[in-house]
């Protein structure tokens, strides 16, 4: 499966972007059936966990840092996953990726995604 992400720019301290990754590929139906999430990597940081769905977007979890500015959504239909980010700041500012996960609810350990996208780079000025 090809995961492509975007949505991706630059911002404003207090600004909101929303992301989009979309599964592709001849077993892109599959995905319909895996949790889903979203990491960052920041300048000089490690890749981080941001937020995660599962399999039909019943469960969500996030990290403490975007909890309550972030929103993560699915449409199994059409494959693809959302990350709404309100209220941005200038710590938010990362490469964003999405993931397939091996399970049907969402994890916030690396090691527990198969497929990643190619990153979409999120900047806030201050």
């Known amino acids: 499966v090809q995961l492509q992400a975007s949505g991706g720019g630059l911002v404003q301290a207090g600004d909101s972007l929303r992301l989009s990754c979309v599964a592709s590929?001849?077993?892109?139906?599959?995905?319909?059936?895996?949790?889903m999430g979203w990491f960052r990597q920041g300048p000089g940081k490690e890749r981080e966990f941001v937020a995660g769905i599962s399999w039909n977007g019943g469960d969500t979890s996030y990290s403490n840092s975007v909890k309550g500015r972030f929103t993560i959504s699915r449409d199994r239909a059409k494959n693809t996953i959302y990350l709404q980010m309100n209220s941005l700041e200038p710590e938010d500012t990362a490469v964003y990726y999405c993931a397939v996960a091996r399970t049907a609810v969402p994890s916030s350990e690396n090691s527990y995604y198969k497929s990643w996208g190619q990153g979409t780079q999120v900047t806030v000025s201050s």
């Open positions: 590929g001849r077993t892109g139906r599959t995905v319909s059936n895996n949790a």
